[in-house]
């Protein structure tokens, strides 16, 4: 493993229109620098020729306040703008990353630059192209606020345990509002982690919160399409179809959060990427079908008024999905024995 590389902000070689300690998102332009070349694996990192100014705005992010920049380190400007992975292939020898704000009209793009950065590359399709627009645009404007994203998880948890009651009807037009607060619900639930990844506020507890709620909420929908479908037709059984769809539901979380999130993560390591240390085809599948975009299927199901539809999927399909997880990880174990 190569050792850290030293980094040193510097004064950009033509006067910028903006100081350092200008907000951008929530955070000092200087001190998301700072913070995302520290998250990127820089160390130790120096700020040269500080102002007051800027000595406030870097407190307590472990930089060095230094008059001339250290024999060796990367120098980077401290005007441009750049994300966490700008960084990481900064610290692996690329030049020219991130985007240069030499006036207020440049900050608008910088901004559009590190919003594009928080899209995960596992997002699904409709994640991609319509959650994450209007979550990314929910977002931006919530960064410079004092609204937290544990706060937001518990406003996306509440938005969807509400939608929840809707399947109560067989009616398409109640289950489609329900449905569509279950799209809601998924998008608004993207902006917690998209605050805490513009702040760098990511946490244990909230990543915790943040799975347990998205499962709270899944379980909430398909009972209330199992009371609702058992009423209509005067039967007891749709709650035993409902049932199966929970309880495959909580052993799938149960064993992914004790697979891959029992364990402590490094310092701003999300706490839940994959359903897999190792990659497998099995396991790119299983992942394609722990996304979000089930959803817009709930959704067209409901406009006419056949979300009992999937809740049948879900009897099925959640039980199989965990004895996939266990497949996969009992695969895993037998490589690790062998290796």
Not at 48 to 54: I, M, R
């Amino acid at each position: 493993m190569s050792p850290p590389r030293s980094l040193a902000l510097v004064a950009p070689p033509e006067p910028a229109g903006v100081p350092p300690e200008t907000v951008l998102l929530g955070l000092p332009i200087i001190r998301r620098t700072v913070l995302s070349a520290r998250r990127a694996g820089f160390d130790p990192i120096a700020v040269v020729g500080a102002t007051p100014a800027v000595r406030t705005a870097i407190e307590r992010t472990g930089a060095e306040l230094v008059a001339q920049a250290p024999a060796g380190a990367v120098c980077l400007p401290w005007n441009r703008i750049v994300s966490i992975p700008d960084m990481k292939a900064m610290l692996a020898g690329a030049n020219g990353v991130g985007v240069p704000v030499a006036s207020p009209g440049d900050l608008p793009r910088a901004e559009r630059h590190l919003l594009r950065s928080l899209v995960k590359d596992t997002e699904g399709f409709m994640s991609r192209h319509f959650d994450r627009k209007i979550s990314l645009a929910i977002s931006r404007r919530l960064a410079g606020t004092r609204v937290t994203p544990n706060q937001m998880t518990l406003v996306s948890i509440a938005i969807g345990i509400f939608g929840a009651f809707f399947f109560l009807s067989p009616s398409p037009a109640l289950q489609t509002v329900g449905a569509l607060l279950f799209v809601l619900h998924s998008i608004v639930d993207g902006c917690d982690g998209e605050l805490a990844r513009l702040r760098f506020q990511e946490s244990r507890s909230g990543g915790l919160l943040d799975f347990w709620g998205d499962n709270v909420v899944h379980c909430a929908i398909y009972t209330a399409i199992a009371i609702g479908w058992s009423r209509r037709i005067g039967e007891p059984w749709p709650l035993w179809v409902g049932a199966s769809a929970i309880l495959g539901n909580l052993a799938s979380a149960a064993f992914v959060h004790r697979a891959t999130m029992a364990a402590r993560r490094p310092e701003g390591g999300p706490l839940f990427t994959n359903v897999s240390q190792r990659s497998s085809r099995l396991s790119r599948v299983a992942d394609e079908l722990s996304r979000r975009d089930f959803i817009y299927l709930v959704l067209i199901l409901s406009a006419f008024g056949k979300a009992h539809w999937f809740l049948v999927m879900a009897a099925v399909g959640a039980p199989i999905y965990f004895l996939v997880l266990v497949g996969i990880a009992l695969g895993e174990r037998r490589v690790s024995r062998s290796a």
